[in-house]
């Protein structure tokens, strides 16, 4: 079987980590993937067996979606964004898949939908076309208005055959974000939560004994990374390392390093064994995105979470406070950050220590194969 996803990330990485780990399923049971990328290029990520094809480049400006920026930080007009779109044409046209897959649109990326629109219609013009199917995470962003729900469902009943939500519906439904009509949930597919094979330990026990803070570049993670520095003059007895994401990490990582206490703490850019160094780490600083979420699962690691909530951003704030009841996690706002808050926070979990490994369902990218290989037996 021919598999063609598509995804645009436009701020974290998450969206697109979430896509290859999809892709890389479907590659190890012997299906020919694609994956189109319209985000800037995540270098750390693992695309082993997927034929990655990437579009001109999109990034929002911070938490503004609505304005898009291109790879020379201007922002994209309507030719830059016709050439993204042609290019996903010719590619389908070109794959010829018996199942696309776009991920989060039409439930978000709705600044895209033209060139998602482009991509569903040339799909459904295919003399043979594809089963085509929306992968989306546990937690989306709700909707400001009833017109989006409206918008949202009609091209679902126009264009897919089946929307993948990938959680447990008994600990997160869709309706925890997302109003869900009869209509709509017969259309739902619960695959279980998308995450890579649970990593076991680094080899060189790398991020023993420390404090693992992690964060995208930019605006973003700086004021998380400007209160661990801070903080790590607090607890001094542990060694701090900072991972700094995004493509302008070096020149963050010197302008942070500047006023850091070098005796306990590492500056680094994001690295690919992170996953491995949890299971080393006294404890974990970090946001609450989807795949940091399940890492901090599979692993066990006592965490502080500071949930990405600017703008009207609420996904990070639903998934931390449900997974603040577990032993060892505590829930640190935004607006409640600073380096004595963050300090006291990490003591905290640093008492509670290790926890017992949760028995969720981490097979979701492996069910998502089985579910669409089902269709297409049933669609012969």
């Known amino acids: 079987m021919k598999v063609l996803i598509a995804v645009t990330h436009l701020l ?12 890389r399923a479907f590659a190890l049971e012997g299906h020919e993937v694609v994956l189109i990328s319209g985000g800037f290029a995540v270098p750390q990520l693992d695309s082993n067996g997927i034929d990655l094809r ?8 911070g938490t503004n979606f609505t304005r898009l920026l291109t790879d020379d930080g201007e922002v994209a007009d309507d030719t830059y964004l016709a050439a993204r779109s042609n290019s996903m044409v010719d590619i389908l046209r070109e794959v010829q898949p018996d199942a696309l897959i776009t991920e989060l649109f039409p439930f978000g990326r709705r600044v895209l939908q033209h060139e998602f629109l482009a991509l569903l219609e040339a799909a459904r013009a295919m003399p043979n076309p594809p089963q085509t199917y929306c992968s ?23 264009f897919y055959d089946a929307v993948l939500v990938h959680s447990d519906p008994s600990t997160t439904p869709l309706e925890t974000s997302w109003p869900v009509s009869e209509a709509l ?12 094979l649970a990593a076991g ?31 790590a003059r607090k607890i001094t007895n542990r060694r701090w390392r900072l991972l700094v994401g995004g493509s302008e990490a070096p020149a963050q990582i010197a302008e942070l390093m500047q006023g850091a206490p070098t005796e306990n703490i590492t500056l680094e850019p994001a690295r690919p064994d992170f996953r ?29 979470l500071i949930p990405f909530d600017d703008g009207q951003e609420v996904e990070q704030t639903l998934r931390a406070k449900s997974l603040e009841a577990l032993p060892g996690i505590h829930v640190l706002c935004s607006a409640n950050l600073n380096s004595m808050q963050l300090a006291q926070a990490v003591e905290k979990v640093l008492a509670a220590g290790p926890r017992t490994v949760q028995a969720a369902d981490f097979d979701g990218a492996a069910e998502t194969v089985r579910s669409v290989v089902s269709q297409q037996g049933a669609r012969r």
């Open 54 to 61: 990437t579009l001109p480049p999109l990034r929002s400006d």
């Open 276 to 304: 491995h160094m949890l299971h080393h780490a006294a404890a974990s600083v970090s946001m609450c995105g989807y795949n940091t979420a399940l890492d901090l699962l599979q692993a066990g690691t006592p965490a502080v």
């Open 185 to 196: 949930a017969n259309k739902l597919i619960y695959t279980g939560y998308v995450a890579p």
């Open 12 to 23: 974290g990485s998450g969206h697109l980590s979430r896509a290859l780990t999809l892709g």
């Open 136 to 158: 989306i995470r546990d937690i989306l962003a709700p909707p400001s208005n009833a017109r989006k729900v409206e918008k949202t469902e009609a091209i679902l009943a126009e």
């Open 201 to 231: 330990p680094h080899r060189d026990r790398l991020g023993d004994g420390e404090i693992l803070v992690s964060a995208g570049g930019g605006s973003v993670g700086a004021p998380i990374f400007r209160a661990s520095i801070e903080a």
